[in-house]
């Protein structure tokens, strides 16, 4: 079967001069969770644009099997509306497809519940931990219903515990939506727990240096992150990174 999403020798460069990717070749296969590392600057957040269509690349080509699917976006900020309550945020795209109230605040009040939110309906942006407007933001992701989420850093700012729950959040997400999902990150840990495959980048301009397929057991936990096996496959992950920055 093709791949859901290929990228084929994808390169751009900004209108500052500063080349961000340079022949960039990825294919995503359905129902894969891949991470992408890299050292910063490498083009990694501008391969998710480029995806998404946020941003168009100056040569090479992006290919769907099939029509282009649904894509939900988590951006490394929660981007919520101030003036807007939790429902109101997660309901926003379906209001831009036009969807009529009620089913709206049905999926909207659904998603807030599944990232653990629900009772917080009626919560504004300023009421929120850190980590529960980042639960709204993947919340706003999920209610539209895609097929592949691209998400750019969502827990960086976040402080270990919470990184950790919403990384299980996560995983249940992927699982039970049968999502395909590329993860930023510049977490070797955070790949390798996360992860079926696991692509390394270059410093900029960007390009895969290594793909890294990951066995972890389907039920992830906080057991598994001292296991051997979890210890040895973030060392691959590590050195592969050391590698392609020492290139």
């Not at 941003?55 to 992006?62: A, C, E, H, K, Y």
């Not at 309550?85 to 089913?103: F, G, K, T, Y």
């Not at 919403?166 to 699982?175: A, E, F, G, H, S």
Request: net charge neutral; with cysteine; charged share 25%.
């Amino acid at each position: 079967m093709p791949p859901l999403l290929s990228l084929s020798a994808i390169a751009k460069t900004f209108d500052n001069g500063v080349k961000a990717i340079q022949r960039l070749d990825m294919e995503v296969a359905d129902g894969e969770f891949v991470s992408l590392v890299g050292p910063s600057g490498c083009g990694k957040s501008t391969a998710l644009r480029i995806i998404a269509g946020l941003l168009s690349p100056d040569t090479g080509t992006v290919t769907f099997a099939g029509e282009k699917p649904e894509i939900g976006f988590v951006f490394q900020e929660p981007t919520l509306m101030p003036w807007a309550s939790s429902l109101a945020n997660v309901r926003l795209p379906l209001d831009l497809e036009h969807m009529s109230r009620r089913e709206a605040d049905e999926r909207a009040r659904n998603a807030l519940a599944r990232v653990r939110l629900g009772g917080f309906e009626n919560a504004y942006p300023r009421e929120l931990s850190g980590g529960m407007k980042m639960r709204v933001s993947i919340a706003r992701a999920i209610a539209a219903e895609p097929k592949l989420l691209l998400m750019d850093e969502p827990f960086a700012a976040l402080d270990e515990l919470t990184r950790q729950a919403l990384n299980d959040d996560l995983l249940k997400l992927w699982r039970e939506d049968a999502l395909t999902v590329i993860f930023v990150t510049h977490s070797v840990y955070e790949s390798t727990y996360l992860s079926s495959r696991v692509v390394v980048m270059t410093p900029r301009p960007g390009r895969v240096a290594a793909n890294i397929a990951l066995s972890p057991p389907p039920e992830r936990d906080e057991h598994y992150r001292l296991t051997p096996a979890f210890t040895e496959a973030a060392r691959k992950v590590s050195a592969s990174l050391r590698e392609a920055i020492a290139a």
